[in-house]
């Protein structure tokens, strides 16, 4: 048993996908026309597998988060179900914050009263741009007008929390038609929550190999940084707080899921080739569909790798989570109550030297990054994980996942 006190995330992967779009390394798989029934459930059993750990320890559900893959392929239906499991299996926090992600072409009013009726209470949008040939040349299937037409759906169906995801940095296009993106965004949705973020195309993707065969090109990284500033100006100056290095929040709309990742907070991750983090563990599923669901329907949990890192290494990983975030930072008090040291002990070197980089500001109570340690948040992050790479081989108290899966298997 892994006994927790604290809030928890639980984040369900759904792999499923209309098409696969040119840019895509996730784990998902094009072609289907929904979720099968079949994988909603083995989801179910891998609910009931965690059970005992649900009911045992102290947590208390802070949020869920239906990722993949393309989570609105879901019928509402299944996200009932799912949710009712949940809901019997462990206890909620009242205002538990539930995400559904959604891509254009399968958001409409019914639907999204659907997911609403089972609990889902904020939709996060792959909207990515509005210029319908950057659309295509990523393989994404909605249009601008699609795009901004779920959004009016979404919202007449009552959501009240909608966070737009959009890319910078996209080839082929130009800085102009990116800003006039994210400006339409902001001035006809209203979005409560945006991510801002660069296209990075990952080894082998059809994106890539036309990049490396010279067919399409990326904006120079002086160009994309530029963007990226223009970017965070133009929503701060819409008064939308820059809470993440990526992300913006109106007042109170924060993704509280996202924070409980940034923050160190223990999540279950079910579905395939999803990852969890619970006590200092992290562990994740099986990778192939048939791995994950045999695992299941043999009552074990289908974890295929499982890393415990050393006390040290976890410091700096937690370290290098906070400098993204210039708001909250690296907070002396959590930092302590997590490792039970000072924060100054373990990175007082390192705190020193990017201070006099222009890269870190110190607070009384936290270490944020600077503007300038914001766009250059690798150099900062590489610096905590340097220094904690340097010694200390760790050990951590109490049982781990392991010992829960054999807990399970009974
Ligand atoms: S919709 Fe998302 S998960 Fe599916 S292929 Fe496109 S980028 Fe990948």
Known sequence: MIPTTEPIGIYLHLPFCRRKCQYCDFLSFGGWRGVPDGYVDTLLGEVQLWGSYF???????????????????????????????????????????????????????????????????????????????????LGRLHDASRALQACTEARRAGIGNVSVDLMYGLPGTDSGTELLTLQRVLEEIHPDHVSWYNLTPAQGTPLWVSLEEGRLSLPEDDAAADLMNLGWRMLEEHGYEHYEISSFALPGRESQHNLGYWQYRDYVGLGLGASGFVAGRRWTNARRLGSYQDAVAAGNLPVESEERLPARRRQGEYAMLCMRMPILGLQFDQFRRLFGVDAQASFGVVFEQLVAEGLLVMLPDRAICSRRGLELNNVVARAFIDASMDDDPGTLAGDGVTSYRADARR
């Not at 179900?81 to 959604?102: I, V």
């Open 55 to 137: 009911a045992d320890s102290n947590a208390t559900v802070a949020s869920v988060y239906f990722g993949g893959g393309t989570p609105s392929l879901a019928e509402p239906r299944q996200v009932e179900r799912l949710m009712t499991a949940l809901r019997s299996a462990a206890a909620f926090g009242l205002s538990c914050e539930t995400t559904l992600e959604a891509n254009p072409d399968s958001i409409d009013e019914n639907r999204v009263a659907g997911w609403m009726a089972a609990g889902v209470n904020r939709l996060s949008i792959g909207i990515q741009s509005l210029d319908d040939p950057t659309l295509r040349r």
